[in-house]
Each structure stands twice: as C-alpha cells, then as structure tokens.
C-alpha cells in the first residue's frame, strides 16, 4: 500500500499538478478555504471526494466520531485559527451512518483503553436516544438505533462547538454560520439535517 501511496503522488504530480501549475502555485503563496469541515476519521467518507472540492476549498479536522471537545486542543487551536484568522463564514459538523466510533460507544470492548474515554464526548447522544425511546415506550432494531445516535452525535457537537466564546461571538457579529450533516454511505447522499429534527421520527 505504501508503493501504491507513492505511485499515486506520481501520477498526480504528472496528470493534476503539471498542469494546474498557477493553481497550485497561488495556493504556495496563500490559503482561503471557506468551509471548516469537522468531520469523521473513517477512510470511506473521504472530504474532497464526496463533496468535489478542490485543493485549498476546504479546511478539514477528522477524529473518531467526529466529535467537538473542549478539551481537545488541536480542535481548539483548528477553530481558533479557521475563525479567527481565516475568518471562515461556515463550519460543518458532518457524521456519517454506519460509524465504527458510535458502534464502539454502543458496544464497548472492555480492552480498549483510549476509545471510550474519547467517545465520552458522544455519551449524551446515546443517553439522549435511549430515553427518547423509553419514554416513547418504542421499540427498535440495533441498526436503527445506531442510526439515531449518529444523527443526535452531530446535534450534540454543535452544542459543544458553541461552548467555545469566539464562536458563539462570530455567530452573534453575523460572520460564521454551522451547519449540521450526515452522509450515507449506502447513496453517496449527505443530509442537511435541521436544528429541530426529532430525535424519533
């Protein structure tokens, strides 16, 4: 796979860069993304390529989960930097359905050490779900389940995201707008989830 990585960077330096040299030289001299993409580590939900976005379009953090914590200081330093300095006017949060970090929060493996004291930054999401269906007194499957709490993990990151005071300020001052989103896997699709989608439809 790492001859493949290194064949592939070929390949683009010969078929994308040689011939989009001003391109790529005005990105050398200057960035000006105008999103700030926060989203999931998973290898199948690859940025660029889901939302056919060039180089210099899109500022991007991936974690497990995609998850906003307060304590994550590359986080910080990510939004302090993007809002503050690049004055971007829109963040997304985007999940995804089929997550392996919502699958481990649902079903935690007791030898992982550093996973679930990630995921606790999503433990809301679950609880949330679960009393939503205990009081609705509704049954449903596993999957759909999973599904729910990824959907509410992105609503629950956009409250975390608006703990952080200069983004709530650039919100009230009318400069930065965020955005909530899920991609399916199974259509290629992403979700423009709205901020009072229910948790059970």
Known sequence: ??????????????????????????????????????????????????????????????????????????????????????????????????????????????????????LNNAYKAMERVDDKLRSLRLQVSEAQRRRLVEEENVRLQLEHLLEYPFVRRAMLDGKLSIHGWMYDMDTGEIKVMQKNDAVVR
């Open 1 to 118: 796979m790492i001859t493949t990585l290194l064949d592939g960077n070929k390949r683009f330096v010969s078929d994308v860069f040689a011939k989009e040299k001003d391109y790529f030289a005005d990105l050398c001299k200057m960035q000006r993304p105008t999103v700030l993409w926060i989203g999931c580590s998973d290898s199948r939900v690859p940025v660029n390529t889901i939302t056919q976005t060039r180089p210099g379009e899109v500022f991007v953090h991936r974690n497990v989960g995609n998850i906003v914590a307060t304590n994550d200081w590359n986080l910080s330093a990510v939004l302090e930097f993007t809002i503050n300095h690049l004055n971007i006017p829109d963040v997304v949060i985007c999940g995804h359905y089929n997550c392996g970090g919502i699958n481990a929060l649902l079903h935690e493996n007791p030898e992982d050490r550093y996973i679930p004291i990630w």
